[in-house]
Protein backbone atom coordinates (compact mmCIF):
# COMPACT_ATOMS: atom_id res chain seq x y z
CA UNK A 1 0.00 0.00 0.00
CA UNK A 2 1.51 3.35 -1.26
CA UNK A 3 1.15 6.86 1.23
CA UNK A 4 -1.36 7.84 -0.85
CA UNK A 5 -3.66 4.52 -0.36
CA UNK A 6 -3.35 5.22 3.15
CA UNK A 7 -6.05 7.44 4.64
CA UNK A 8 -3.67 7.96 7.91
CA UNK A 9 -0.57 9.52 5.99
CA UNK A 10 -3.63 12.12 5.10
CA UNK A 11 -3.36 13.98 7.78
CA UNK A 12 -0.53 15.24 9.72
CA UNK A 13 -1.30 14.35 13.23
CA UNK A 14 1.80 16.28 14.77
CA UNK A 15 1.00 19.43 12.65
CA UNK A 16 -2.17 19.58 13.35
CA UNK A 17 -1.39 19.23 17.16
CA UNK A 18 0.81 22.30 17.02
CA UNK A 19 -1.81 24.45 15.59
CA UNK A 20 -4.18 23.04 18.39
CA UNK A 21 -1.71 23.37 21.32
CA UNK A 22 -2.42 19.41 21.86
CA UNK A 23 -5.59 20.27 23.04
CA UNK A 24 -8.36 17.84 21.51
CA UNK A 25 -11.53 19.40 21.94
CA UNK A 26 -9.90 22.35 19.97
CA UNK A 27 -9.24 19.70 17.53
CA UNK A 28 -12.76 18.56 16.84
CA UNK A 29 -14.25 22.20 16.40
CA UNK A 30 -11.31 22.67 14.00
CA UNK A 31 -11.86 18.79 11.81
CA UNK A 32 -16.16 19.65 12.44
CA UNK A 33 -15.60 22.72 10.62
CA UNK A 34 -13.42 21.67 7.82
CA UNK A 35 -15.77 18.80 6.93
CA UNK A 36 -18.11 20.89 6.64
CA UNK A 37 -16.21 23.66 4.58
CA UNK A 38 -14.53 21.48 2.53
CA UNK A 39 -17.43 19.39 1.03
CA UNK A 40 -19.24 22.73 0.56
CA UNK A 41 -16.56 24.03 -1.38
CA UNK A 42 -15.85 21.30 -3.27
CA UNK A 43 -19.26 20.86 -4.15
CA UNK A 44 -19.23 24.36 -5.35
CA UNK A 45 -15.90 23.67 -7.51
CA UNK A 46 -17.15 20.74 -9.52
CA UNK A 47 -20.07 23.22 -11.48
CA UNK A 48 -17.55 25.98 -11.69
CA UNK A 49 -14.48 23.98 -13.19
CA UNK A 50 -15.33 24.85 -16.54
CA UNK A 51 -18.19 27.38 -16.22
CA UNK A 52 -16.19 30.09 -13.95
CA UNK A 53 -12.47 29.51 -14.06
CA UNK A 54 -11.55 32.37 -12.07
CA UNK A 55 -14.01 31.93 -9.16
CA UNK A 56 -13.38 27.92 -8.89
CA UNK A 57 -9.21 29.01 -8.70
CA UNK A 58 -10.30 31.08 -5.96
CA UNK A 59 -11.87 28.32 -4.02
CA UNK A 60 -9.33 25.53 -4.91
CA UNK A 61 -7.20 28.30 -3.11
CA UNK A 62 -9.57 28.30 0.25
CA UNK A 63 -9.44 24.56 -0.13
CA UNK A 64 -5.18 24.71 -0.27
CA UNK A 65 -5.08 26.67 2.64
CA UNK A 66 -7.90 24.99 4.60
CA UNK A 67 -5.81 21.90 4.65
CA UNK A 68 -2.61 23.11 5.55
CA UNK A 69 -4.18 24.42 8.63
CA UNK A 70 -4.90 21.25 9.31
CA UNK A 71 -1.86 19.26 7.98
CA UNK A 72 -3.83 18.01 5.17
CA UNK A 73 -0.92 18.43 2.93
CA UNK A 74 -1.59 16.03 0.18
CA UNK A 75 -4.78 17.74 -0.16
CA UNK A 76 -3.29 21.30 -0.13
CA UNK A 77 -0.74 20.73 -2.92
CA UNK A 78 -3.83 18.61 -4.89
CA UNK A 79 -5.61 21.74 -4.26
CA UNK A 80 -2.63 24.29 -5.51
CA UNK A 81 -1.84 21.82 -8.63
CA UNK A 82 -5.66 22.95 -9.68
CA UNK A 83 -5.36 26.51 -8.46
CA UNK A 84 -2.86 26.80 -11.21
CA UNK A 85 -4.43 24.83 -13.97
CA UNK A 86 -6.96 26.71 -13.41
CA UNK A 87 -4.61 30.16 -13.73
CA UNK A 88 -3.24 28.70 -17.22
CA UNK A 89 -6.49 28.00 -18.53
CA UNK A 90 -5.38 24.21 -18.80
CA UNK A 91 -7.35 21.06 -18.57
CA UNK A 92 -8.69 21.08 -14.93
CA UNK A 93 -9.00 17.76 -13.34
CA UNK A 94 -11.07 17.81 -10.35
CA UNK A 95 -10.76 13.79 -9.87
CA UNK A 96 -7.49 14.09 -7.99
CA UNK A 97 -8.37 16.80 -5.46
CA UNK A 98 -11.41 14.88 -5.26
CA UNK A 99 -9.49 11.33 -4.36
CA UNK A 100 -6.92 13.46 -2.03
CA UNK A 101 -10.03 14.90 0.20
CA UNK A 102 -11.55 11.24 0.11
CA UNK A 103 -8.57 10.29 1.86
CA UNK A 104 -8.25 12.84 3.98
CA UNK A 105 -11.73 12.59 5.23
CA UNK A 106 -11.19 9.50 5.95
CA UNK A 107 -8.17 10.06 8.23
CA UNK A 108 -9.85 13.32 9.68
CA UNK A 109 -12.97 10.65 10.94
CA UNK A 110 -10.59 8.29 11.87
CA UNK A 111 -9.04 10.97 14.31
CA UNK A 112 -12.03 12.71 15.36
CA UNK A 113 -13.77 8.90 16.75
CA UNK A 114 -10.61 8.93 18.99
CA UNK A 115 -11.23 12.66 20.26
CA UNK A 116 -13.38 13.84 23.37
CA UNK A 117 -16.65 14.83 22.50
CA UNK A 118 -17.47 18.29 21.31
CA UNK A 119 -17.95 21.01 24.01
CA UNK A 120 -21.71 22.00 24.52
CA UNK A 121 -22.31 25.82 24.47
Known amino acids: MSDTDDPSA ?4 AHLGQQTGGDPRLQRELLD ?3 VQSAHLVARLEG ?3 ADPA ?3 ELAHRVNGSARAIGA ?3 AETAAELER ?3 GNGAARLEPMAAALGRTLEAVA ?3 SRL ?3 RQS
Not at 10 to 13: G, T
Open 10 to 13: ALDL
Open 33 to 35: LFV
Open 48 to 50: LAK
Open 55 to 57: TAR
Open 73 to 75: FEL
Open 85 to 87: SLA
Open 110 to 112: AHL
Open 116 to 118: PPR
